[in-house]
């Protein structure tokens, strides 16, 4: 058997033995969370299953970053918990595939591209507050059922098995990369347990597992304007929530692998994705930043691993349920742990003596709202809105004028730094029209007019020459200047001068 096979992609090579067990390994990471979140969202345990089987499916055949994982997300079941609670089970499938389809369209809209816009400090808190959810959320298993924290001998032998976890996932990959570090962890815990008859909590006994093949259901719900008018704002956060977490997702695998991954084609496999979800009595979700680390730490690069960890996961559902029910929880506590250490991004950390201030506000601010909030969605839309302002208030600053009088008398006023809403009053100020002599020249060669604001501000500051009866000419405007004032002209009185010497505004290449 030749070492490397194509799957899907005739670009992509494929490890078959690496694809296989990083896919194994993923399947067994995905059961205990996809019921909890689904238990979180106040569904059925299968809801979450099937959501992972037929989202993690779907999104790996289809989508534009090979190796990354999707399933049932926390991001997702914290937006349709109060939906869930109202109007119960059938209109979540509804709204899900509502978002499926918004997906869909910003998809083949390119939206994806909007991605750009993200800086890296609102990257690295989304990054670390993720971090932090996913460590705080194993510290459930040290809680007993009524939320006391366990003390004793329970403690010592959850502890000791986490640990044990954890240094094999450590210190695995010193020794031998024949094997993923963390299955071969999952698989000796669950040996040390069986074989010394240890009593600790298993998957089981979060809740069963045990099902049958997704079942195709249309949502039960009335086709009305009344449904759509409840199900829309639902479908519309699930919709944003999904896509910003999958495409941050992308990006840090981007990141990781040192490849690029198509942000427009995985917006449409998610779409695609929920849709069926939803058809196939799913919860919805989106990509998986912790599932896609562990595939990708594992050596995976292709879909194949996805993809068997989706059909491994129905197997389990189908086949397997009673023996997977078995698996420690202790050692999948230590493998998301690992995730969770691996995550962070500890550079910011050493860097950030280093970093804008303003930066390291941004990057404050987003870990916070991630951790406190749990809200992913929000927490990005927070940071880029806050690092755009910041951007605004800094470059407001930096327009400049250099002033001179030539030979003939007439005054030079050189222009640099972007002339836009947040610098248009510092650039008024630079100005002395009373004793400015009777004809000016202002030089835009090193600066850029932006925005309908700047082209106010250069109506204004020609009325306000032209009223003491002097002449202004405007110079160097770039080609998309010239444009934005060609299209102010519909709606604005724009006073520019023709300048014989200049040829101001008659180039137009």
């Known amino acids: 058997m030749k070492k490397y096979f194509n799957l899907f992609d005739l670009s992509q090579k494929v490890a078959y033995k690496t694809e296989i067990l990083s896919g194994l390994t993923v399947a067994l990471a995905l059961v205990p969370e996809a019921v909890a979140f689904a238990l979180m969202a106040g569904l059925e345990p299968l809801t979450g299953l099937y959501a992972a089987f037929v989202m993690g499916l779907v999104a790996s055949i289809l989508g534009g970053r090979p190796g990354m994982i999707s399933g049932a997300t926390g991001a997702v079941a914290v937006v349709i918990a109060a939906l869930a609670a109202s109007h119960g089970v059938e209109y979540i499938f509804a709204t899900v595939i509502l978002a499926g389809i918004l997906q869909v369209a910003a998809g083949f809209l390119r939206l994806g591209k909007l991605m750009r816009l993200v800086p890296h400090p609102v990257i690295f808190g989304f990054v670390n507050g993720l971090a932090i959810i996913i460590f705080t959320a194993q510290l459930g298993i040290f809680k007993t059922e009524d939320g006391a924290w366990l003390t004793g001998t329970p403690l010592l032998v959850l502890l000791g098995l986490v640990l044990v976890t954890m240094l094999i996932i450590w210190g695995l990959p010193r020794l031998t990369k024949v094997v993923p570090a963390s299955l071969t962890a999952i698989l000796v815990v669950f040996g040390l347990v069986l074989a010394f008859d240890i009593d600790t909590k298993t998957v089981g006994d979060m809740a069963s597992i045990k099902g049958e093949f997704p079942p195709f259901h249309l949502p039960e719900v009335p086709i009305s304007w009344e449904t759509l008018t409840i199900i829309f704002p639902y479908a519309a956060i699930v919709a944003g929530v999904g896509l910003i977490e999958s495409l941050l997702t992308l990006n840090i695998i981007d990141e990781i692998t040192e490849t690029r991954g198509r942000g427009n084609k995985e917006a449409v496999a998610q779409g695609v994705a929920n849709v069926l979800s939803g058809l196939f009595s799913g919860m919805g979700g989106c990509a998986m930043l912790g599932q896609s680390l562990i595939n990708i730490s594992a050596g995976a690069r292709a879909r194949l691993s ?35 250490i691996g995550t962070f991004e500890w550079a910011s ?49 930096r327009i400049r004028a250099r002033k001179r009088i030539d030979e003939k008398g007439v005054k030079h006023y050189e222009i640099y730094g972007p002339l836009f809403f947040g610098s248009v009053t510092a650039f008024n100020e630079k100005f002395d029209i009373q004793n400015d002599p009777e004809e000016v020249v202002i030089d835009f060669e090193e600066s850029r007019v932006v925005d309908m604001s700047a082209i106010e501000a250069l109506n204004k500051i020609t009325e306000r020459y032209q009223k003491v009866g002097k002449t202004v000419h405007l110079k160097h405007l770039s080609p998309d200047c010239l444009q934005l004032l060609a299209n102010a002209e519909q709606i604005i009185d724009v006073n520019v001068v023709e300048d014989p010497t200049y040829k101001v505004m008659v180039d137009r290449i």
């Open 306 to 340: 996805g993809i068997f960890a989706a059909l491994m996961l129905l197997v389990f559902i189908m086949y397997g349920s009673s023996l997977i029910e078995m698996v420690p929880m202790a050692a999948l506590t230590g493998l998301m742990i690992m995730v969770a």
């Open 349 to 397: 950390l050493r860097t950030i003596n280093r970093m804008p201030k303003s930066d390291i506000f941004v990057m404050v601010m987003v870990t916070g709202v991630t951790v406190f909030l749990h809200n992913l969605a929000l927490a990005v839309l927070v940071g880029v809105i806050i690092a755009a302002l910041v951007f605004a208030w800094d470059n407001a600053k």
